[in-house]
């Protein structure tokens, strides 16, 4: 059984991974003239108040949903079902999204309150795939602790979903990948 020692050392792990590849792979979304200047980047401390183990509420008839880009172009997914946990005393309802409806992979963009100060404006994605963030109960880690910035935020040659308006919190999330 892993400890809460071992989930932090996890995602401190990931976070350095991150930092080493943003530094050095010729695939790095930094701009190749910034990576010698690239010191690693910035998080909230991993915090266990943003980790939660909790029911996805499956929707009956998956929606198509389009959602706008970075670039003002559309993208097509399809609203999958919803979690719903507490942040701050706080009850939040965030929809998690799929690509491709053969897929067991689950997508949840967001903006929160600090989004466009200590966090990317447009928002940050969480990614939940089976094999990590699947219980053996059937329920789903949906840890904050591991949201990133879509690669639109270090450079404009991407193109990236915006979170649709249902997954605009009100609350701060303050957990997971800062500004760049």
């Known amino acids: 059984m892993a400890t809460a020692e071992d989930w932090i050392d996890d995602i401190e792990a990931q976070r350095r991974q991150k930092d080493r590849y943003f530094g050095e792979d010729p695939r790095s979304p930094i701009p190749e003239d910034e990576r010698a200047d690239f010191d690693g980047l910035d998080y909230f401390p991993v915090d266990p108040a943003y980790r939660f183990e909790v029911e996805l509420e499956a929707y009956d008839e998956p929606e198509r949903v389009v959602v706008g880009t970075s670039t003002d172009g559309e993208q097509e997914y399809l609203a999958w079902g919803e979690f719903t946990v507490e942040i701050d005393g706080e009850p939040v309802t965030v929809t998690a999204y799929k690509g491709d409806p053969e897929e067991d992979r689950l997508w949840v963009p967001f903006r929160d309150a600090t989004s466009g100060e200590a966090t990317y404006g447009a928002g940050r994605y969480i ?30 040659r991407y193109e990236c979903p915006l979170p649709p308006t249902e997954n605009w919190l009100a609350v701060p999330i303050e957990a997971g990948e800062k500004n760049y």
């Open 127 to 156: 990614d939940l795939e089976p094999d990590q963030h699947r219980t053996d109960r059937g329920t789903w880690i949906l840890d904050f602790n591991e949201a990133y910035n879509p690669t639109c935020a270090y450079s404009d």
